[in-house]
DNA sequence: ATAGCTATCGGAAAGGTTTCCGCAAAGCTT
DNA sequence: AAGCTTTGCGGAAACCTTTCCGATAGCTAT
């Protein structure tokens, strides 16, 4: 039989069932349980980075006073201090920043969630959002919808575990409800969306000019002496897509023009969209002498499309697009757009995050709008008035 | 005078000094030491997420038995596990990845670390590395060195103090040397690198095929009968240059071609470089009927400006550069590269990070490499042959 | 009834920090 | 020398989890 742990006797040992797949036993002498030990206990600690405790041990100090010395306290002796900070110095001593934001309940890492790094737009407004991030000491962990809604809500759900201090979001195409931003709201964190907005959240926006730049281009369509300007618009319940639409409808309300539906078309604003649409356009009765696309992008495939075709542009028929790009600019002709300043979006989205932040006091839920302007290149200029 | 907080006398209390602002008292007759209360506490805790203990107090069961039947454990009662986890659901309990990190010692997220998101490559890059690390659970953290390497630095202390539990870095232009690196592979942290790779580093690295495409490339410019063949190549310490150098002359000894130093220029690879050394290759006595850049931008940069000046692509000079791209392919003349095919570089990257992370037996470094395809496209078709 | 088990749960430690509070010794003032 | 003050440091709690171990009540088979 075994013999007892404590009492060393073998005769008052009994079993005493199972624990978790361990035999337990009973000393009927000393009267106490036990079960056999699983000698060794994995002794691979130290995972190589040194803590706080390390110093305070290399020192025979308590950690109270390196923790002091490291943060730069007052009651704390000078050479103490001299000696703690080069002892970290030798063990490579860095903070372990799990404890810290574990202790002070907050990251100083803000979360974002884009649908797609590979647009430029995208990339462009990260690395304003990194830049600032940087200069305030904030980290940003940047999550991807790939424009999908449940990957979207997993997101949010992953950056509220990682404990985020607030979040950035630009939405997927999918997303139509809110529940899951207004989740992480009702938790107290801080959000801003920017671009791809739901206007039903009492939340800080960041936006570019969608109405005025729509206006803009399609005044200049109209000036350039377009007859029949069609529009390439978006998913119907995009915020973005119903503002651009609506400056395309005003520029033609300005210039006393009848709006046709035929020329409006709503589209995924995918690149394999645009073959359809623009054969849907062409088999119109009088197919349009000006396009309008809401996305960079489409209007440059369409160029391509039309100068397959053997279409003069802009002669035959002019190009405008929303949002300026390398391609719009190096592509032949090069495509008129509305510049938005997608770095000049990211710096804003965060520096209204932090603001919120720090200042717990939540000032009350506003629009930011970013300035574009025009670049007029080849695909609008038929010679027409240029504003 | 202030009465005892212990024996409530008033008689033995005497000052004793000041303590981090506030009086101190010191009791003769019991004998202690005190100081006046703060009163209000700030009981503003409760930062809106719940905890464990949320549920446990909930219930009236122990933190200890939220925790197993959270995390599916046995030793739980089957109606106990579902009480909980209704409850759970209710208060809308998320698990603090910080305290799991924390207790865990590992944290399921990797950095990655790249000189700039707005680079189409690296932006493809990233995206492969997110797809794999969604699906195997991981998250990601993604900082960028803007081609500085001071900024390199930082961001690998940043990721350390994070405690990632793995590396994934492509280095900035300026990176030449690798202690930051060699520090972090000490610390038992295993690292990958790509794309701009420092060989001196027992690492695993995942590569294209520099050395291959560079070489198909200019075989190509050669079978379509370019007599001169230029380069424009990078840093020179850059690995990945010098691989490109490789491949550009190994073709040339196959035809048996003598090099001419004069047609192999080494710069930054940056837009406003390409200005400066087309230049320098048209002031050349007899200049090149052929130029190879190691960056497919170059060669549009350079497309461009040769069109602007009426110099007829691909007859009198043909090009052709490294990497593909959406400018590459609707550029007019669309540029003959050699696709690298970045997502599957960004996959391969992930899945052997997550490998090195999960067999802790390092197995021996070794170079992984991508294989990529040569497209031929209208900036180098002379009429000449192709393979 | 009792020896031997099982099922279920609670307590406590550990992970790395920061911070509150207390203590001792030394210094200063009458 | 007694009373008061300052300096410098250590102990311990708290942040939130997970997990090891111990405990108890009730069950089964003799």
Redesign the pocket.
């Known amino acids: 039989m075994q013999k007892c742990t404590k009492c060393h006797q073998v005769d008052g040992v009994?079993?005493?069932?199972?624990?978790?797949g361990n035999q337990?036993f009973f000393c009927k002498i000393c009267s106490?349980?036990?079960?056999l030990?699983?000698a060794f206990k994995s002794d691979l600690?130290k995972?190589g980075?040194s803590?706080?405790?390390d110093v305070a041990n290399a020192l025979?100090?308590?950690?109270?006073?390196?923790?002091?010395a490291?943060?730069d306290?007052s009651?704390?002796?000078?050479?103490?201090?001299k000696a703690i900070l080069q002892a970290a110095m030798e063990l490579d001593?860095?903070?372990?920043l799990?404890?810290?934001s574990?202790?002070?309940?907050k990251t100083n890492t803000i979360g974002v969630i884009i649908p797609d790094v590979e647009h430029p737009f995208f990339a462009k407004v990260l690395a304003g959002i990194q830049q600032v991030a940087n200069s305030s000491c904030f980290r940003i962990i940047v999550c991807h919808s790939n424009e999908s809604k449940s990957a979207e809500i997993l997101n949010t759900e992953t950056l509220i575990d990682c404990r985020v201090d607030g979040l950035i979001i630009s939405h997927s195409k999918e997303t139509t409800s809110f529940e899951h931003i207004k989740k992480i709201i009702d938790k107290g964190i801080p959000v801003v969306q920017f671009d791809r907005i739901i206007t039903e959240l009492n939340t800080h926006n960041v936006m570019h000019q969608d109405y005025k730049g729509s206006f803009d281009l399609v005044e200049h369509l109209i000036l350039q002496g377009c007859e029949r300007i069609a529009i390439m618009s978006g998913p119907q319940e995009m915020y973005i897509c119903k503002q651009r639409l609506e400056g395309y409808k005003a520029a033609f309300q300005k210039y006393g023009r009848e709006i046709n539906e035929e020329y409006i078309v709503h589209s995924n604003i995918a690149k394999k969209d645009c073959l359809d649409v623009f054969d849907y356009f062409m088999s119109l009765e009088y197919p349009p002498d000006g396009i309008f696309t809401i996305l960079n992008r489409n209007g440059v495939e369409m160029m391509k499309i039309a100068k397959e075709r053997g279409i003069r542009i802009p002669q035959e028929i002019a190009f405008a697009g929303f949002g300026d790009d390398i391609l719009a600019e190096y592509f032949e002709p090069s495509l008129t757009v509305f510049n938005h300043f997608p770095p000049a979006i990211g710096q804003e989205v965060m520096k209204v995050l932090i603001r919120l932040i720090e200042n717990k006091t939540h000032f009350p839920a506003y629009n930011h709008f970013i300035e574009g302007e025009l670049v007029v290149r080849q695909s609008s200029q038929k010679g027409g008035y240029i504003k």
Do not use: C, M, W
């Not at 025979?60 to 002091?68: A, L, Q």
């Not at 001593?93 to 372990?96: A, I, K, L, V």
């Not at 574990?102 to 309940?105: A, P």
């Open positions: 009994i079993k005493a069932g199972f624990i978790r337990r106490q349980h036990f079960i030990e699983n600690k995972n980075q803590t706080i405790t025979g100090v308590s950690i109270s006073t390196v923790s002091r490291l943060n306290k009651d704390i002796n000078p050479d103490t201090k001593y860095r903070p372990n799990l404890a810290q574990l202790h002070k309940g």
